[in-house]
């Protein structure tokens, strides 16, 4: 069956929209854009209620300077999955002019993030792409949700040429592999190991589909690393993340039509948006 879940706040007068684990999106523009954006609750050490105040000082930008389809938060919108937080965020998500979709990250989970949300992972087609959201439980993708992962990568269409996953950690990153010096927002959050080489990475080798893995799990102090890309044969990793006030950053993904599309590395500060870097520029750190 498809499902939308469409989120009504009266008081707040505005709509975000979330796909079921079987829903297409249908627009009928061919060109259109998206943005990522992770960790928007910012800093950890020095936090709020409400949206990193820095990234909602650039939402009036966002709304008439870009024409997006939707926005994506990839994870930790709040600090703790409070009332008092969700409510705040839900005001500033409510400036936004298009709906926001959201993967749930560690700072998010919890039973008033489902009772809003309803669900931690689900996915949606728009045009020759597949949207897959996910929530890792401690850095792992298991249970439930490894089958519905399954289902979703067995029952691609055969004019899907592209798979948007959507996660909150860096669930490929190891302090012993390639990505090691990639500096993650609080290496106490990493479990020890996770399950991606082993049980995930091989759904996804076997593909005729190229992958992008997005995370939202860094840029939230000085001393971590404000955003990373590398691409491995089908599968290209990426994340971006805000809160360290330096270098702070958004992904822009502008489809040109439905199978071609560039990428764009937003950075942000007082004096409002501006391109930060070219994103597949960016090398491993040795």
């Known amino acids: 069956m498809k499902r939308t879940f469409y989120l009504y706040l009266i008081s707040f007068s505005f709509i975000i929209l979330f796909g079921c684990k079987h829903e297409e999106l249908l627009i009928e523009d061919e060109s259109y854009s998206f943005f990522v954006a992770g960790h928007t609750y910012g800093n950890p050490v020095n936090y709020q209620e409400g949206l990193y105040p820095a990234f909602v000082n650039q939402i009036p930008e966002l709304n008439t300077q870009y024409d997006f389809e939707f ?8 600090p703790s999955p409070a009332q008092n937080y969700i ?15 959201i993967a749930a990250g560690n700072h998010d989970r ?18 020759r792409t597949q949207f897959i959201f996910l929530s890792p439980t401690d850095w792992n993708i298991e249970g439930d949700q490894l089958i519905f992962f399954k289902e979703v990568l067995n029952g691609l269409s055969t004019d899907v040429d592209y798979v948007f996953i959507i996660v909150h950690e860096l669930i490929w990153w190891s302090p012993e592999n390639k990505f090691g010096k990639i500096k993650i927002n ?18 996804l080798t076997g593909l005729n589909q190229s992958i992008y893995f997005i995370a939202g799990d ?6 971590v690393s404000p955003y990373m890309y590398h691409k491995e044969d089908n599968i290209t990793y990426i994340a971006t993340g805000m809160g360290g006030g330096k270098e702070d950053n958004f992904l822009i ?27 597949e520029d960016f090398k491993l750190p040795e």
């Open 87 to 101: 409510d705040a965020a839900l005001t500033d998500i409510a400036k936004f002019d298009h709906p926001i979709h």
């Open 218 to 223: 860094l840029g939230a102090g000085h001393t």
């Open 71 to 78: 926005g994506v938060f990839a994870g930790d919108f709040v």
């Open 110 to 127: 919890g039973d008033l993030y489902l009772e809003y949300f309803k669900e931690y992972y689900y996915t949606f087609k728009k045009d």
């Open 186 to 203: 609080w290496i106490g959050n990493y479990p020890g190991s996770s399950n991606y080489e082993e049980e995930v990475k091989p759904l």
């Open 253 to 279: 993904i502008d489809f040109l039509d439905n199978k071609n599309f560039t990428f764009s590395l937003k950075g942000f500060n007082d004096q409002g948006i501006y391109d930060l870097a070219v994103l």
